[in-house]
């Protein structure tokens, strides 16, 4: 009988993974390693790592996956605090959302290509990360995904991209490039809030909504041309763009709130269709270009 439990449990471990401050799972079978050198390594023979599934992380320095892994769990290694450096290795198609959110030393990440979805947060507060590589086969971007990653520098965000999340690049202060492909069509609210480093962006035509406060606070933002296609400007989406001079708007714009451009104080010049005259405040005492 004794036997059978403890096969019992090698299995579900082997499907769960749960493991406890010193690399082993909460039943005592070491699946995955932890070799007394603050490195966790992976049995080939592991396929998913589940969901929440390392507790007490802050020493962990390095992760070796298995050549087998397919799934990464939600919050599997959120505040891993030594953790600096992390190869996800080739046929991991799902990292869960907050997978490595809050690792304040990660600054290496390597995705592989097959990579579906970056979910929710999954990225979030990890704070020395400068650069990363998002694969192009990446389809999803979610809420906040590298939010607060404050030393972030340049993103590219992959052709197959439809909709930047909520919050998806909030407060990465130093961020100062971002390519967005044409084929965009969302995106969402506070994306690109307080980035304080960004002087430039290109929103692609295919772009169609762009939500509430989404720059609100980029502060070295000189210039912006909204696509074809946008119908609205909603609440504080330009605020506190305090280097923007130039708003080129769209022939489809029916609507522009109040707020949007509030706080703008070098505003020069704005661009908008006839339709528009009197529809709108005026910021500044800019001078008004109709088309």
């Known amino acids: 009988m004794k036997n059978l439990v403890m096969s019992a449990l090698a299995i579900r471990d082997k499907v ?7 690399g082993e799972n909460t039943y005592g079978t070491p699946y995955p390693i932890f070799d007394g050198r603050a490195r966790i390594v992976f049995p080939d023979w592991c396929v998913d790592v589940a969901q929440r599934s390392i507790r007490s992380p802050k020493r962990i320095e390095e992760i070796l996956f298995s050549k087998s892994l397919r799934t990464i769990g939600s919050e599997c290694f959120s505040y891993c605090e030594s953790l600096r450096a992390i190869t996800v290795p080739n046929g991991v198609f799902m990292i869960g959302a907050l997978a490595f959110s809050c690792c304040s030393e990660l600054q290496e990440v390597t995705l592989p290509e097959g990579l579906k979805d970056l979910l929710d947060g999954t990225f979030h507060h990890c704070s020395k990360l400068k650069t990363i590589k998002i694969p192009s086969s990446v389809t999803k971007l ?13 993103i590219a965000v992959p052709d197959k991209v439809k909709t930047l999340g909520d919050g998806c690049f909030t ?7 971002v390519s967005l492909p044409e084929g965009l069509e969302e995106i969402g609210a506070n994306v ?9 962006i290109t929103i692609p035509y295919s772009v169609t909504e762009i939500g509430t406060r989404c720059f609100d606070g980029c502060e070295s933002l000189k210039y912006i041309i909204i696509p074809e296609g946008v119908t609205r400007i909603e609440d504080a989406t330009f605020r506190d763009c305090k280097s923007l001079k130039n708003v080129v708007l769209p ?16 505003l020069e010049s704005m ?4 339709s528009m005259k009197n529809k709108i405040p005026l910021w500044n005492s800019c001078k008004i270009n109709y088309t």
């Open 171 to 177: 407060a990465c202060i130093g961020l100062n490039y």
């Open 192 to 200: 690109f809030t307080q980035c304080k480093s960004l002087t430039a």
């Open 271 to 274: 661009t908008m269709p006839l």
């Open 251 to 266: 022939n489809t714009i029916q609507f522009v709130n109040a707020t949007a451009f509030e706080s703008c104080n070098a």
């Open 142 to 154: 979610g809420y906040h995904c590298f939010s607060n990653c404050v030393s972030l520098e340049t």
């Open 16 to 22: 769960l993974g749960l493991i406890d401050d010193y």
